[in-house]
């Protein structure tokens, strides 16, 4: 189903903030989307912990034997934000931000492969151009690495998959008015959300392995 819209779609991390406006103009457009956060809020929602393979298996069973016509993997955290080096970067730090924003998209992909073959589904990875490497202007240092790894993974991933009819992109949403952005950001969430749904929807496999913002312009790497 690559450049067609989904019918079937989940999303990660979908509690809050630009996962939330997916999930809710997902739902606007009439396709069945499935919500994913720690604790599963209602009907339509499944309990997910990106961190621990055993709560990925487990919604992966949940989720049952239905093609996926797309994942997105939106959930992720800022663990050094504000952190200097004067403070220190603890290992531990370290290890939230890339379970989460690396190891956390992988699994989950990883799980939903049967789903995506099926569907000849899409991943789309929502990263940021803090994880570009034209881009460094220093700080967040566990964010940056971690998000520019997430990029890394779906360039190499798209490759892999594209043999499977599975197209993988990578996308910066801009800078938005979350938790994580700040209400001094640009977007709201909901306009985010809208500029991605298109993205998602031209993505092929043509244009596999690309790293686009949100309105799309390609993203330097």
């Not at 050094?80 to 992909?109: C, H, R």
């Not at 964010?143 to 009819?165: F, T, V």
């Amino acid at each position: 189903m690559s450049g067609d819209r989904a019918r079937r779609a989940l999303v990660t991390g979908a509690n809050r903030g630009i996962g939330a406006a997916l999930h809710a103009a997902l739902r606007g457009r009439g396709v069945e989307v499935t919500g994913t956060a720690r604790q599963a809020r209602e009907e339509g929602w499944l309990a997910l912990d990106v961190t621990d393979p055993t709560s990925v298996t487990a919604c992966r069973e949940a989720w049952g034997e239905p093609p996926l016509d797309l994942l997105v993997c939106n959930a992720g955290i800022y663990p050094d934000k504000g952190q200097s080096l004067a403070e220190g970067y603890p290992p531990e730090m370290w290890e939230a931000g890339f379970a989460t924003n690396v190891t956390g998209v992988f699994l989950t992909i990883q799980a939903f492969l049967p789903a995506l073959r099926q569907a000849g589904g899409k991943v789309a990875i929502i990263s940021s151009q803090m994880g570009s490497s034209e881009i460094a202007s220093g700080g967040s240092l566990i964010y940056r690495a971690s998000k520019a790894a997430a990029i890394n993974l779906g360039r190499n991933l798209a490759r892999d998959l594209k043999s499977d009819g599975v197209a993988v992109a990578i996308y910066h949403p801009g800078w938005v008015r979350t938790d994580m952005g700040g209400a001094s950001a640009a977007l709201t969430p909901e306009n985010s959300a809208a500029g991605l749904l298109e993205r998602f929807d031209a993505l092929d496999l043509a244009t596999t392995g690309a790293f686009e913002t949100w309105d799309g312009r390609p993203h330097p790497f």
